[in-house]
């Protein structure tokens, strides 16, 4: 019985620890941020903020004209639909009307590159983005004024994109509560803990992406090859030689800092939750010839 005892034992510490400086790492982060200056739109170049919609999402009145809010003089504005008979196209267009000096544009347009709806949809929007730096963000994220700010905050030389995993907010009903749980504690923390390890990955909450990086890598129609576009975008954005992770694309050379948090509200797996992104964090990039299978 000892060996048992002290094996479960072994286990229990272990685990134990680990969780605590996971903990810790999301302090620090956060406690590093909120010590920080905001960064001025100023010192950032104009971007093109493309959002792919699909349906009406909860809360979307809210997270659609936070589009609109954006303290950043220059941002581009572009809408994604597949069909002009989505049921997000009247909404978006009454937004547009509200806002006139947005200059926003609904792009309509379903062609297919893969079998992945969204990376199609937000295809004619990458294609027709004016700007060289490209913000990626689903139509259930809730932008604070200074989201593209915090973004750029977090890109380094050696960045190839910035993601800012979601943290849920507003749940409606039991299995909401327990998502936001699960985003907010276990997932947000393990995320912090990867990135100060190195563990490069994205998720396509939002996205930053600098045109000539993806470019470099075959374009957008490159995330085709892989069934989730988040997943194969690390495989893309780490410089050549750097070494490469497992099937989902995680990269072993290091990555950027995490930056302040940003906020957003949305479906969360469509159980009434509503999605906060938590704090951006960058992945180096990588050539295809430096890519791993």
Known sequence: MTAPI???????????????????????????????EAPSARKFPPVSLVRPLCGIDNYAADTLRST???????????????????????????????????????????????????LNNVLKGWRAARHDWIVIADSNVLMPRDYIDRLFASWRADTGLVASPPIGCRPQGLWAE????????????????ADA???????????????ADLERAGGIAALAREVAE???????????????????????????????PTYGAGNCAGRG?????????????????????
């Open 178 to 193: 327990l998502e936001c749980a699960f985003l907010n504690t276990y997932q947000a923390r393990w995320q912090y803990l």
């Open 230 to 260: 988040d997943a194969a975008r690390p495989r893309w954005c780490a410089p050549p030689g750097s070494r490469c992770g497992s099937s989902t694309g995680r990269s072993r050379s290091r990555s950027a800092t995490v930056a302040p």
């Open 273 to 293: 939750c509503a999605a906060r992104a938590s704090s951006p964090i960058s992945s180096p990039r990588r050539s295809p010839a430096a890519c791993c299978r």
């Open 6 to 36: 002290l094996a479960a034992a072994t286990f229990c510490i272990a685990a134990t620890a680990i969780h605590v400086a996971s903990i810790v790492v999301a302090i620090l982060r956060f406690r590093g941020s909120a010590l920080g």
């Open 68 to 118: 609109f809010d954006l303290d950043y003089p220059r941002c581009e504005i572009l809408f994604c639909v597949a069909s002009a008979k989505d049921p997000a196209v009247p909404l978006v267009e009454a937004l547009m009307a509200q806002h006139p000096e947005a200059g926003a544009k609904l792009l309509v347009g379903d062609e297919r590159v893969s079998s992945n709806p969204k």
């Open 197 to 211: 390890l190195g563990f490069g990955f994205a998720q396509g909450k939002t996205m930053l992406w600098r045109r």
